[in-house]
């Protein structure tokens, strides 16, 4: 396949174009294509003249055909061509065309020589070049000159060996009771056991563009293995194991091995308890004490006014009265057989067969389930969804539920944004201080102390700034994962649901006003609207 192509010429008779057809299915020249080219260098035409010469020679039965443009005579013109270079200037490309019929040929040296003029010093395709000017080829495109992209890397990787997601929800009996004793929240590890192995990040390769600047690679995120006590890491720093028979759990980014600490009651014979792993007590936590555990809590027994709070989940066999004054706090889920007169918050789900004038907050959802399954009294919030058989009372108990996303959420978004917003303005100042104070140092040059401290002061700061930021953008997709989970949020009522129960959906309430039954409660249309379940 060879395109057409255009050769200008003088005669007795003035200024003529010589029309080359294509072969196997080449590209025609285009009207355009001459007319630019004389333009360019500053032939005059008569546009009727050239229209008709080129349709002329489109039915000529000749391979060349030459037609004339103008009567006028010029001077020969040399071999020329066009440039193009790619936005993003990892190729060039060129386009030839031949010198008038007794003009002169360019070189392939002064070809190159133009190109590195033009500033293209890498990827030059010689052995291209050469073969062109060996055997031209007109009015054809190209690559002269192509850049290297940069191999883009990959994040470090951290894979852990042990099951990291241990949200066992308690189980319902054929007689519709909750079993809160086979829940299998603890992950056991042996001695020497593997925990987990991080795969370090791949930086990747530079490019260089036909300017010959360096493209960098995306920037990728480095890991490091974080873990507690009981724990070795080994020499290359690339693997953990276990010190001990326990268990293990993952809170954060952070690997927790520890023995379980195992106690029969929690009262005046153990005093309060504060320990770095897992806390199972085999009977009652009375009132006045406290369990604060980095693991699960599991009390077999009933909890009294006491204050138990775990970095993991809490697990209640028989049940909590906090008589007013006890509370319960979980990073994780709170499950328990009843909870009465208590406080009680958790990060993930709370699941349980009654709530009684309690304040019970979740970070997910919440089952009131088993026979009774009624929520009677207090205030009770989740994100998502708020599950249970029987809300409010009949004897007009002031009871509260509310689900959704926290308004102070979406404000606290628009912070983390300025603060954003904020920290990547100052970093822009720096850094072409920090850049060029550096570059001097490079170069021998030696700054003064007070310079030194001063630049050193600033690296700090640029970098406090480049933690702050990350930290910052961790949050806000957090915060909005909060957000896109409780667009949906509802609560649904499987039994009866009393007058004078207030619901409430993000920012919008209603008050029950009569009983109602198998209902469901969402926000449509900016109000508070019952469906049936």
Known sequence: MKNGYFQIGCTGSGTVIK??????????????EIADYLSGHGVLYDAGLL????????????NEFLFLVNRDLIPE????????????KMTASVRFYPPSMKGERMT???????????????????????????????????????????????DAEIKYFFNTDLHTKPTLS??????????????HCKKGEVLARLYPEDPGDNGTNIYGDTIKPREVKRRRLEFGRNITLSPDRLQITSDVDGHVTLVGNKVFVSNVLEVENVDTSTGDIEYEGSVQVNGNVLTNFSVKAKGN???????????????????????????GRGTLAANGDVVAKFIENATVSAKGYVSTESILHSRVMAGTEINVTGRRGFITGGRVSATNVIRMKTLGSPMGADTIVEVGADPSVKLRI??????????????????????????????GVKLKPDQMK??????????????????????????????????????????EVFAGTKICIGDVSMVVKNPMKFCKFVKQQGDVKMTAL
């Open 19 to 32: 029309l080359v057809k294509p072969e196997a299915g080449g590209s025609e020249v285009t009207a355009k």
């Open 51 to 62: 229209a008709k010469g080129i349709l002329d020679a489109a039915v000529a039965a000749k």
């Open 77 to 88: 013109i040399r071999e020329s061509y066009i440039l193009t270079v790619a936005q993003d």
């Open 108 to 154: 392939a040296q002064e070809f190159l020589v133009d190109l590195k003029v033009k500033g293209i010093a890498f990827g030059i395709r010689e052995k291209e070049i050469a073969a062109f000017f060996t055997n031209p080829a007109y009015c054809t495109d190209f690559t002269v000159a192509m850049g290297i992209p940069a191999r883009n890397g990959s």
């Open 174 to 187: 054929e007689d519709g009771s909750v079993d809160f004793f086979h829940l299998n929240t603890i992950c």
């Open 297 to 323: 809590v599991e009390v077999r027994g009933v909890v009294e006014g006491a204050v138990i709070e775990a970095g993991g989940d809490i697990i209640i066999a028989r049940g909590m009265n906090g008589m």
């Open 414 to 443: 628009q912070e983390l944004q300025k603060l954003v917003v904020e920290h990547k303005k100052a970093i822009e100042i720096s850094h072409p201080v920090l850049t060029a104070n550096v570059q001097k140092l490079q170069q």
């Open 454 to 495: 001063y630049l050193q002061e600033m690296l700090q700061e640029e970098n406090r700034r480049k933690q702050e930021m990350e930290n910052c953008i961790q949050e806000i997709e957090n915060l909005q994962v909060i957000l896109d989970e409780s667009s949906n949020a509802k609560v649904e009522v499987s039994g």
